[in-house]
């Protein structure tokens, strides 16, 4: 994990000056039992189906990863160089752990795992993947996603 004083100026500077988002309220939402509730994985590795259109520089979308696809067909396209892969390439459960969950539903610990899991790529502004998260909430929505388990990487 890159530790902040790891960085050179000006990237330092410019990671401890980021704006963090300030919330008015906090939403309460009333809870049911992990053996009732549908989970979907949200990652920020960059992750992408093989053949997908890889990220870019400050990608601001996000990637859609269907619950039935191979690890072998998961790819990271994360493109800041200071991240470190090699976890992801011993273990792609570290960013997208579907498998661990199956593992959970199948032994009633959780209810389901979503049919459809999402990926954007990290280091972007959170302000301007609003309107794809807002649009990522709907598709969880319409999969019957009550509970979201987030990698941030």
């Excluded at 400050?58 to 998961?74: H, N």
């Amino acid at each position: 994990m890159a530790r902040l004083e790891d960085f050179h100026e000006p990237a330092r500077s410019r990671l401890a000056n980021l704006v963090c988002p300030e919330f008015d309220e906090t939403p309460w939402v009333a809870s049911k039992p992990m053996s009732e509730r549908r989970i979907a994985v949200v990652s920020t590795a960059g992750l992408q189906r093989r053949g997908d259109h890889p990220f870019d520089m400050g990608g601001q979308d996000f990637r859609v990863i269907p619950s039935d696809t191979p690890s072998s067909d998961i790819v990271m396209s994360h493109v800041s160089t200071n991240f470190d892969r090699s976890g992801f390439q011993q273990d792609f459960s570290i960013a997208l752990p579907i498998d661990r969950l199956r593992a959970l539903a199948d032994n009633g610990t959780i209810g389901s795992v979503a049919d459809y899991h999402y990926s954007f790529m990290g280091a972007t502004d959170p302000e301007l993947m609003r309107p794809h998260a807002e649009r990522m909430t709907g598709l969880m929505k319409d999969d019957g996603v009550d509970t979201v388990l987030l990698v941030p990487i």
